[in-house]
């Protein structure tokens, strides 16, 4: 192979490659975006959330936390602290929601009691629907 041939061709790869990952970066740019792949809902069985307990789940990758009240039925916030992103845990004896990173609580309507969170938890959509409780 001559010399000439062999730099024609290094830069014919050269060149192509370079070409390729302007290319691609358009395409996706101006390529209509992924589909939503979010969960619509998620179903749970009643019997499976005893009264006064709670059970966490991740609806669309968020961890959530849907609670069995007491005298007040079901109820589902996200378990991310509205003060710095924590995940809270529910204290079934003292029927809050505490954050463990600067002690914040909350209430079983997502209602801050105390502590820096700024806001309410974000309360999730659910309906009980027969034996089901259906979140989303
Ligand atoms: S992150 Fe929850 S109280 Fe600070």
Do not use: Q, W
């Not at 307990?53 to 069995?68: H, Q």
């Amino acid at each position: 192979m001559k010399r000439r041939r062999f730099l024609g061709i290094v830069l014919a790869v050269l060149g192509s490659t370079a070409a390729g990952s302007l290319a691609y970066p358009l395409l996706r740019f101006f390529a209509p975006p992924a589909r939503d792949n979010k969960t619509k809902s998620i179903s749970i069985r009643k019997s499976d959330i005893r009264l006064g307990e709670a059970k966490e789940i991740v609806f669309n990758n968020n961890p959530v936390i849907v609670i069995n009240r007491y005298e007040k039925g079901f109820v589902a916030f996200s378990k991310v602290c509205t003060h710095l992103g924590c995940l809270v845990e529910y204290d079934k004896g003292l029927r809050k929601l505490v954050c463990p990173c600067h002690a914040g609580t909350f209430d079983l309507d997502g209602n801050v009691l105390s502590g820096p969170p700024p806001r309410p938890l974000p309360a999730i959509p659910l309906k009980v629907e027969g034996d089901f409780v259906v979140i989303g």
